[in-house]
């Protein structure tokens, strides 16, 4: 599985051979001793360490659910009328599909992938970069991409990448594709990261957002075994970036206090929350002050973990 489509999750896995996931991981244990794959957090992928690049055909198999469930959480701090980037991935792709819906709303991107699912919205208006066109993940990168960027001020920009530490941020395999995403940061406001939880303690070879930029994380929830992953997301949160849990139990959102020295960041909102709620903007901080609450329980529990 892992040769056919560059990587796979230990869920599928385990839910293909009808075991545990437990079972599944010992086995890609002994297959990585082999040399045959690269273990990552959540599943394996081909060996190649920090240099390696999966195509978008590899992408796509990868944690599927948990994409969708992160797509559906961060469409909802979009709002009627913005102007935001979307970056290249997976990820953002399913993102762009549910923000079809937004009335008045421009998008600026550099992926195909993502002026694909927008193409029939008659509301949005989509604005592409230049730049030559990496076929591996239908991206335009280069020189005219960066370049069109200039000048260019936006809300949010929403991202995606192959690794995320606290350590260094967000990162990616590719030089071309970490320079484009560093002229969609210097554009935006606010930097809001997607990243599924394989990608949390992995890091790759080109940084394209340190942590202290990153204002917001959306993600899924970890296995309750990954303790790395865990851990990284209590690192992230420490160090200031508001961390939104898809899926999670309860109110499914997390965020911690805000550190000293740092400027306080406004709170994701809870999943389905969308503009127009009774009471106005004051009911919209209250209720993410009540999530805040159920999101250090959550960091807490994860913690535990």
Do not use: C, W
């Not at 929403?158 to 350590?167: C, D, H, I, N, Y």
């Not at 550190?259 to 809870?270: F, I, N």
Request: glycine share 10%.
């Amino acid at each position: 599985m892992v040769r056919a489509n560059g990587a796979v999750s230990l869920r599928e896995l385990a839910r293909v051979v009808q075991t545990s996931e437990v079972t599944v991981r010992r086995d890609v244990r002994a297959l990585e001793a082999e040399g045959l794959l690269d273990r990552r957090h959540g599943g394996a992928v081909l060996p190649g360490g920090f240099t390696r690049e999966s195509g978008f055909p590899q992408k796509s198999h990868l944690a599927t659910a948990e994409k969708t469930a992160i797509a559906d959480l961060a469409a909802g701090l979009v709002e009627e009328g913005e102007a935001i980037v979307v970056g290249a991935g997976t990820t953002t792709q399913e993102l762009a599909r549910r923000l079809a819906r937004v009335p008045g709303l421009t998008v600026v991107t550099n992926s195909l992938l993502v002026a694909q699912a927008l193409a029939h919205a008659n509301r949005v208006e989509v604005v592409m970069t230049g730049g030559t066109l990496r076929g591996s993940n239908y991206a335009l990168v280069g020189s005219g991409a960066e370049q069109s960027l200039q000048g260019l001020r936006v809300s949010r920009a929403f991202l995606s990448g192959s690794g995320l530490t606290a350590e260094r941020g967000l990162s990616t395999s590719n030089m071309l594709s970490a320079s484009v995403d560093r002229a969609l940061v210097q554009a935006a406001a606010e930097v809001v990261v997607l990243a599924d939880h394989t990608k949390l303690g992995t890091d790759t070879m080109f940084q394209t957002v340190p942590t202290d930029v990153i204002t917001r994380l959306v993600t899924d929830e970890p296995p309750a075994h990954d303790e790395r992953a865990a851990t990284e997301l209590q690192a992230l949160a420490d160090q200031g970036v508001q961390v939104a849990v898809a899926g999670a139990s309860g109110p499914s959102q997390g965020a911690d206090p805000v550190p000293a020295g740092r400027q306080p960041r406004r709170d994701v909102p809870l999943p389905g929350q969308r503009r127009g709620v009774p009471g106005g903007p004051s009911a919209l901080r209250s209720t993410a002050a009540l999530a805040g609450a159920a999101g250090e329980a959550r960091v807490a529990d994860l913690r535990r973990r």
